[in-house]
């Protein structure tokens, strides 16, 4: 038996092995299939071929590739290039499973232009471990509040510029009581709300960090991401992130009555279906709303744009006194990566080249509706007839914004013992604010309710600097080198 | 006389080989697939625990008992924790008292034959044999506010009593979302449940039942003094089976409340680790310390309740 | 069992209460899948109008749109029915493996002395009662360094433990038949694999019918084992969750129905078909040791 199973196990690894096959003139890309689909991965696949007669490339397109990637480097595969999200790549490279790219980064795809030169400088410092490149940044994401233009021209409803803008056309909204259906005769009728939004409350980072960063300036990053202490929590120096959270909890929290109910509890897909058909002006979301719900948009009823961040009233300002634009990089963390064991390694980095050429960036964000790629569109010209006005205004907020990012390799992020985004574990805390005054005695009665009930935001981060203090020390002595 | 001993004697000793060889033939594969993955599975589990991943090498290195250290300190100092442990406590209880006594009265009636008593079992045993995605997407579809009925009903019959109703948040608020995560599995957990149960009941020997019923008691009567005895074997095995849900609740927080921190339980927490390759070693730590726990609580449990009625048999 | 036809007027009024109540809860249970059957058959565009509304035509239409979605892994593209032969395809051979050596294992340990005998029934009883959790990721690299990972060989071994639940019932089992079935064929002079194959495994056929039945359904909607070992392969469990999320994913809900009705008429036609066989032998006795 012992002897029959030992057999089985030894051929079925010979087939795994043999099924390898190494043709120079083949590279094969898996790419994480999400919002962007895979038009724009089969587009340069195929001229990539163009350029290149006689090299064929295949690809894959896979939702669950991210899960599936520590399996392939560890094991090696057919793969030559992944582009994805959540890849530990950190800890994938340091055990030698991932291909450094300092020297292709040093080669130039133009005269005069290097690999390196191209790549988005505010993500450039995102792709290096320990002094080396493994990766190259995939996306320059954008986040914020997503508007139905034609509800607001219907309605005679401007962007708002500030904060206090925001504020009071929420209230507008709410108070015009608009039918979503105009036909419906219930005295309960669905009215227009301001916001929906859905239990997975991260989409609302995308506004409140540009109203941080707006506060702190985008240079308070670079020294937060370095992790370096336990100071960086605190509330004293870093005013911004408790003022955004303040902020949100005015305009959201404290107006229960803005939101479609029970946004709180709402399965993220019902709160964009309910965006689309007309339930609320405004929802909280990122760059591939448009492309992954793009079979159920009814020009009708809607015109999907990104709304610049408002400005808060203490925001910095430049020179001229004008207040900074400042936009937070959605998905720092996707990486382009390839891998150790790779069958073709060569080619994969003729194909990183190619993919930093300007006619292969200004592909990427023609057939993703809008995504830029994490590289400098200076020079890149954009043909705007296949651009919709989705894709414009969020091309428009990534040209005009200071963009930053969250992302650390300190290695007390990496190991998880402390959060930057929202510390100290990185649990959002707007569902609690919300389900703090969503109650019966503070919508009845809102001054007497506030007089002994509200709840003091900035005591979060306090208390919250008070534990990581306490604890740094142990933490940094729980990772191992 | 002597030559047919010895004769006797080899073909004794030859059929004890044979009965040997036939033992380890059944047992080969059974016993070597254990060993594999039971065996060496929790001996590398249990090695794991005493490494830690280290950035400057590479890989795992020895770390002595720091893993187990964290984990007390985890237990005593980090909310989170403590929270993950307790939702996955709960499953217990939930379990063992309210399906399973719930599944033993449904069973008792169903038995009795209430009406349409063959079709209730039918639609009852459903849920275990659907997928889980399917019944959980059905089951939160139905509390969303735009698309499900519950909070259209919920308004319209509170509605009565109090004009300015609000409608609780299913599974935006804590700790409504891990209630509702503990109805859901009693929505779908009473059927199998009842299934194992009336299964039991109808073995027990008609003159028994018979007996109870000449007697002129009730239903009460019956099930707590005639019935429950009887079955108390499947009931111990049913109650100890459910202890174990602690263990492996996994996949009715992940699909009910994807994002969420707070409905975590121990077997969830595990799961992600492994799927985001990160903290591997100190959770197999935290499930292997909470596993050496929850043995001898189970034991003493199977033991106890064992003691309660003795067996009978027919 | 007899019909309890005489019964007094306060228990059939209490009969009747629970009968209301086992109503109501099989309402709850029937509701949610009449809603989505009669939402499958609109277009997605008419579900979001109105979620209650009636179809206006009945169309097959999403039924036969479910086909043209498919699940593509490293090993090719996978649509519903793909995955439907996959589950049907696994659940059968899980089973029969899982419960042909059950029996097997349990048949000499329960009848057959030998040293070891008693550690090696304990050690079940362990395992059964006792999960041990956090052993994901060693099992997880013991896969792959057999090489076992992502095929369906490796699953099949995964699923075939022996010292389950089924371990145990046939345990029982074995160990309260009669010795004088196997003497009289020993005495014929039977070998001990001729008496297991043509004596006991045929008496033992309805207990592990029930037995292999129980497991199976558990295989036909395991998800978490499939989703982590055999990614390129998607049973039906596994690939449901991609194929609704993606059709939520472009608001196609009513496709999305289809889908789960799909998904589910196989194993319910099955379930009411076999549903005497399934209830009557379905034992969970006796964990005594």
């Known amino acids: 038996m012992k002897k029959i199973l030992l057999t089985l196990i030894a051929i079925s690894s010979l087939i795994l092995a043999s099924c390898t096959t190494t043709d120079p003139n083949s590279l094969k890309i898996s790419v994480y299939l999400g919002g962007y689909g895979q038009v724009w991965i089969n587009t340069l696949a195929r001229a990539f071929e163009a350029e290149n007669p006689g090299i064929t490339v295949t690809v894959e397109a896979n939702p669950d590739l991210a899960s599936d990637i520590p399996n392939r480097l560890q094991n090696g595969s057919p793969d030559d290039l992944f582009f994805s999200h959540g890849i530990n790549w950190e800890f994938l490279a340091v055990q030698g499973h991932i291909e450094p790219l300092d020297d292709v980064l040093q080669e130039e795809i133009a005269p005069g232009v290097k690999l390196i030169d191209k790549i988005d400088q505010s993500l450039l410092e995102t792709a290096s471990f320990n002094g080396t490149y493994y990766k190259l940044p995939w996306t320059n994401g954008v986040g914020g509040l997503v508007y139905n233009a034609k509800m607001f021209r219907d309605n005679g409803w401007e962007v708002p510029e500030t904060y206090e803008d925001l504020v009071a056309l929420a209230d507008t909204i709410n108070e015009a009581k608009i039918k979503v259906d105009p036909t419906d005769m219930k005295p309960n009728a669905a009215t227009i709300k301001p916001f929906v939004w859905s239990q997975e409350t991260y989409y609302w980072d995308y506004l409140v960090f540009d109203w941080w960063a707006q506060l702190n300036g985008t240079e308070f990053f670079n020294d937060y991401k370095k992790a370096e202490s336990s100071e960086i929590f605190n509330p004293t120096t870093n005013q911004g992130h408790y003022k955004a959270l303040e902020a949100w909890t005015d305009l959201v929290a404290k107006n229960p009555l803005h939101s479609v109910e029970d946004s709180v509890g709402k399965q993220y897909m019902a709160a964009q279906m309910d965006f689309l058909n007309g339930y609320a002006a405004m929802i909280p979301n990122a760059q591939w709303l448009e492309m992954e719900m793009i079979s159920n948009i009814n020009p009708d009823i809607m015109e999907m744009r990104m709304m610049p961040a408002p400005f808060m009233a203490d925001a910095k300002t430049d020179d001229e006194g004008n207040p900074i634009r400042v936009n937070y990089t959605v998905g720092a963390g996707d990486s382009i990566i390839i891998p150790k064991k790779a069958p073709n390694k060569a080619l994969a980095k003729e194909f990183l080249k190619f993919l930093a050429l300007d006619s292969s960036i200004a592909t990427f964000t023609e057939k993703t509706n809008g995504v830029l790629l994490a590289m400098n569109y200076d020079t890149i010209d954009l043909d705007e007839s296949n651009l919709s006005e989705f894709s414009k205004s969020i091309i428009e907020i990534n040209q005009n914004s200071q963009k930053f990012n969250l992302y650390s390799n300190s290695l007390m992020i990496l190991e998880g013992k402390v959060g930057l985004e929202w510390p100290p574990q990185n649990l959002q805390y707007y569902a609690t604010l919300f389900n703090h005054y969503n109650n019966r005695d503070y919508l009845t009665n809102p001054e007497a309710w506030l007089v002994n009930n509200e709840y003091n935001v900035r005591n979060i981060f306090v208390e919250s600097y008070n534990h990581i203090k306490d604890n740094w020390s142990k933490w940094q002595s729980e990772i191992a080198g | 006389m002597e030559k047919s001993i010895e004769v006797k004697k080899k073909r004794i000793l030859k059929k004890k080989t044979k009965q040997r060889i036939f033992i380890i033939l059944m047992l080969a594969y059974p016993v070597l697939q254990f060993l594999l993955f039971f065996g060496y599975v929790n001996f590398d589990t249990i090695t794991l625990t005493f490494q830690k991943f280290s950035w400057t090498e590479g890989r795992y290195v020895y770390s002595g008992f720091d893993n187990y250290i964290m984990f007390f300190d985890r237990i005593f100092n980090d909310p989170w924790t403590r929270r993950t442990i307790i939702n996955s406590l709960l499953y217990m209880p939930i379990n063992s008292l309210v399906i399973l006594p719930l599944s033993m009265a449904f069973s008792y009636f169903l038995f009795k034959k209430v009406p349409f008593s063959g079709f209730f079992r039918v639609v009852y045993f459903l849920p275990s044999i659907l997928p889980i995605v399917v019944m959980t997407m059905a089951f939160s579809f139905t509390f969303d506010s735009n698309l499900g009925p519950v909070n259209d009903i919920y308004k319209w019959f509170f509605g009565m009593f109090d004009s300015n109703v609000i409608v609780p948040s299913w599974f935006g608020s804590y700790p409504t979302k891990q209630m509702m995560i503990f109805v859901y599995g009693i929505w779908v957990g009473l059927g199998f449940n009842i299934i194992l149960m009336t299964a039991a009941i109808t073995r027990i020997p008609e003159e028994l039942m018979e007996y109870g019923q000449l007697e002129g008691i009730g239903f009460f009567r019956e099930f707590t003094t005639v019935v429950i005895p009887l079955i108390w074997p499947t009931v111990v095995t049913t109650f100890i089976l459910g202890m174990t849900s602690v263990f492996t609740a996994l996949l009715q927080p992940l699909f009910l409340t994807p994002t969420s921190g707070d409905t975590n339980t121990i077997a969830l927490a595990i799961y992600n680790s492994v799927l985001q390759n990160q903290n591997i070693a100190y959770m197999a730590t935290f499930g292997i310390i909470l596993s050496i726990f929850g043995l001898p609580i189970i034991l003493l449990t199977r033991n106890t309740l064992n003691k309660f009625f003795t067996e009978v048999e027919y | ?289």
């Open chain 3, 1 to 289: 069992m007899k019909a309890h036809r005489f019964y007094s007027t306060p228990a059939k009024v209490a009969l009747w209460v629970i009968f209301g109540i086992f109503s109501v809860y099989a309402f709850t249970l029937l509701f949610p899948f009449a809603w989505m059957f009669v939402n499958s058959f609109k277009s997605n565009q008419e579900f979001f109008t109105n979620i209650w509304a009636l179809p206006e035509s009945f169309s097959f239409r999403n039924y036969s749109n479910v086909i043209s979605y498919n699940m593509n892994t490293a090993s090719g593209s996978f649509n519903i029915v793909h995955m439907f032969l996959l589950s049907v395809g696994i659940t059968l051979a899980a089973t029969f493996i899982n419960t042909m050596l059950s029996a097997m294992a349990a048949y000499v340990i329960a009848r057959y002395k030998f040293k070891g005998r008693n550690l090696l029934y304990s050690i079940a009883l362990f395992t059964l009662i006792m999960p041990i959790v956090g052993t994901l990721p060693a099992q997880f690299r013991l896969m792959q360094n057999l090489g076992l990972y992502n095929t369906i060989f490796g699953l099949l071994i995964l699923y075939s433990g022996s010292f389950g639940f089924t371990f145990f019932i046939m345990h029982g089992y074995f160990k309260n038949i009669s010795p004088t079935y196997a003497e009289a064929a020993f005495v014929d002079g039977a070998s001990d694999f001729q008496v297991f194959m043509k004596i006991m495994l045929p008496m033992a056929k309805p207990i592990m019918i029930s037995l292999a039945i129980i497991y199976g359904i558990g295989i036909w909607n395991d998800y978490i084992t499939p989703s982590i070992y055999l990614k390129n392969y998607p049973t039906l469990a596994v690939g449901i969750r991609y194929l609704t999320q993606t059709m939520v994913s472009t608001g196609a809900y009513a496709e999305m129905f289809a889908t789960m009705i799909i998904s589910i008429v196989p194993i319910l036609a099955i379930f009411i078909a076999f549903r005497n066989t399934i209830m009557e032998n379905m034992v969970a006795g006796g964990l005594k040791g």
